[in-house]
């Protein structure tokens, strides 16, 4: 089965630039799809298909998907931005769809 | 607005069934393929399953293959999981969520606040 890896933890300062890694094979031939959740609540979509947003979402919050590593980056980071982050798959190698997402990295906001 | 807003959780032994619902509004339901995702305590997001907009595909994930049926009644703008052979490690906030496009390809855009299942005994 397809696997996604994610750095468990990421630490940056108030306006600095994070970046959140998702590993995949060759997952540059597959949509990526980023979630963020809070302690309690329920994960929010901010990035779809590699690299665009939902409404709403602060254009801050940006993606790119090149060859085995997906990215999510925040610019200016805000304390309102620490939370997990997960990113997500669908693959098709086996004989139906399977919905894979990675474990998830949990940003702080030193 | 746009919501999801799930029910059925609850304690159950294991072996023991539940049933899960996810009431939909503020858009068109039958159009949207629907999820479960659910999340155990203090770990990531699991996918459980998938059903298309007519029902016409449904796909589970291995763990819960042959124990969990999803299903959906367009009419009353509804979600449902059917749970049975519960384990423990079927334990977590069991999500529903709505898929954004194209079934096999798309995010997750709307999700439900979530209902806690708990399998002891």
């Known amino acids: 089965s397809y696997v996604l890896t994610q750095p468990p933890s990421v630490s940056v300062a108030p306006g600095q630039t994070a970046r959140i890694t998702c590993g995949g094979n060759n997952i540059g031939s597959k949509s990526v799809h980023w979630y963020q959740q809070k302690p309690g609540q329920a994960p929010v979509l901010v990035v779809y298909d590699d690299s665009d947003r939902p409404s709403g979402i602060p254009e801050r919050f940006s993606g790119s998907n090149s060859g085995n590593t997906a990215t999510l980056t925040i610019s200016r980071v805000e304390a309102g931005d620490e939370a997990d982050y997960y990113c997500?798959?669908?693959?098709?190698?086996?004989?139906?769809?399977?919905?894979?997402f990675g474990g998830g990295t949990k940003l702080t906001v030193l | 607005e746009v919501q999801l807003v799930e029910s059925g959780g609850g304690l159950v032994k294991p072996g023991g069934s539940l049933r899960l619902s996810c009431a939909a509004s503020g858009f068109t339901f039958s159009s949207y393929s629907m999820n479960w995702v659910r999340q155990a305590p203090g770990k990531g997001l699991e996918w459980v399953s998938s059903i298309s907009s007519s029902s016409s595909y449904i796909y589970y994930a291995d763990s819960v293959k042959g124990r969990f049926t999803i299903s959906r009644d367009n009419a009353k703008n509804s979600l449902y999981l059917q749970m049975n052979s519960l384990r423990a490690e079927d334990t977590a906030v069991y999500y529903c969520?709505?898929?954004?496009?194209?079934?096999?390809?798309?995010?997750?855009?709307?999700w439900g606040q979530g209902t806690m299942v708990t399998v002891s005994s």
């Open positions: 997500q798959v669908w693959d098709s190698s086996s004989d139906h769809p399977d919905v894979v």
């Open positions: 969520a709505r898929e954004r496009g194209i079934t096999g390809t798309s995010a997750f855009d709307i």
